[in-house]
């Protein structure tokens, strides 16, 4: 039996407790492993490793040579390509084809992408007069925070752990990484390529475990932690920034979304088809960034409906390493009890299923799995549950609109305000749009296009702070004045 161990000072160890918990393959529920739970006594040692691993020899390091190391990191996750994508496939169920398109290969570029922005960012300097005429000068120093605790979700494992990841120890801070209990594979065979790579005992950390009375909230209220980033539902993350409280310690947010795409009746309707497929259904709907509401401009709405139903009906299901599925299951069987729920709640709510609403018949051999069919629903009150809440799953509504500021503000009538897509063939309307929605993220006839020398990050209850590119740099350091007096 596989056995997923926690990740510390650089060795494979077991919880002193002996507790563990199953880690079942969402495609037919096989049980994959027996994953470990940290207690108080994994993540007291966890956070004394990273502490300590400051004062060895990678808190000495230059940084042309930590980014060498994290440049042999990246080099490193993709010569272990194959094995990344079948752990990633396992916990998830998503499709190969999708893990080796967007998970895996960002998984390392987040090593690289960092390593080399950080490397070409210059520190700020502003020379000052004084009463003498000789004047001073003030430049900024940056230091790496300490101990970083990444509390991270299991829909993009490895791509959003090593987001954040990346930029820490590219900053020179050393991690704990606590990795949804969904999926600890890939956080767990990280370490083998750490040691491999001679980054030090301690600087990557991991321990497993659920989140309240767990792993999770042991390590985010331990007082050797210096700063939290998490990725996950908004309401956890308000616990975490209770737990932050404590000690001031400083947070990073990337939360929930309920993301609106707009398309308007200039748009290239293949472009847009093809896009809100992507942003409704890809992993499983399973995104932080997909679309759950899209609103159409009436002249086209009719076509739009009947040719996003026709896609949704093409989407071939089955498991990971059938070359043409691009469909898979949702996470858990809990998860696929929540996405139901929101199917019959939208029926309860009066929603038209123009498509889905149920679980596909997936054969014998994989019925036990957490399937669920991709489901567009229309005609829904802009104030019913399932229009206003996180579903994420692989599901959409659909309603028309007639102006642009009808549009702009149906979109922006939510709490969230992650991300948003915009179909216009006119570039000037498009901007005028993205300018208005409240979100982190606008993509314009695309969508999860991602620049990683650009900002992420959500807008009210979406997230706090940015990371990405050099804005990273804000939570993961701490900026010094030296003033020098000429
Ligand atoms: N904004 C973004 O960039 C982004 C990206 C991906 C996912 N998400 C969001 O993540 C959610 C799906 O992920 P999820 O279900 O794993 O989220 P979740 O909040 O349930 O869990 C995320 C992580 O937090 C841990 N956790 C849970 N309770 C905790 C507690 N009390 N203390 C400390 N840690 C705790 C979990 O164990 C897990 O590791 C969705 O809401 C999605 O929108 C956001
Ligand atoms: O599910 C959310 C996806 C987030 C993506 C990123 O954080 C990224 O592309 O950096």
Redesign the pocket.
Known sequence: MKEFKHFINGEYVGSASGKTFENRNPVDNSLIGMVHEAGQPEIDAAVAAARAAMKGPWGKMTQTARIDLLNRVADRINERFEEFLEAECKDTGKPRKVASHIDIPRGAANFKAFSETLANHPTEAFKMDTPDGRGALNYGHRKPKGVIAV??????PLL?MTFKVGPALACGNTVVV?????TPATATLLGVVMNECGVPAGVYNVVH????D????F??SHKGVDAIT????????E??MR?ASVGLRNISM????KNPGIVFADCDMDKAIEGTMRSAFVNCG????GTERVYVERPIFEEFVRRLKEGAEKLKMGRPEDKAVDFGPLVSQE?KEKVLSYYRLAVEEGATVVTGGGVPDMGEALNAGAWVEPTIWTGLADDSRTVNE?I?GPCCHIRPFDTEEEAIALANDTDYG?AATIWTENTTRASRVAEAMDVGLAWVNSWFLRDLRTA???AKQ??IGREGGVHGLEFYTELKNVCIKL
């Open positions: 509390v991270s979700p299991w829909n993009l959003l606590k990795p949804s209990e969904e475990g659920y989140g309240g767990s792993a999770g909230e390590l985010t998490f990725t996950g539902e908004t309401r956890t993350g616990i975490i737990a990337e939360c929930g979304g399973q995104v932080c960034l998860h996180e994420f992650l992420f990050g959500g979406s997230g």
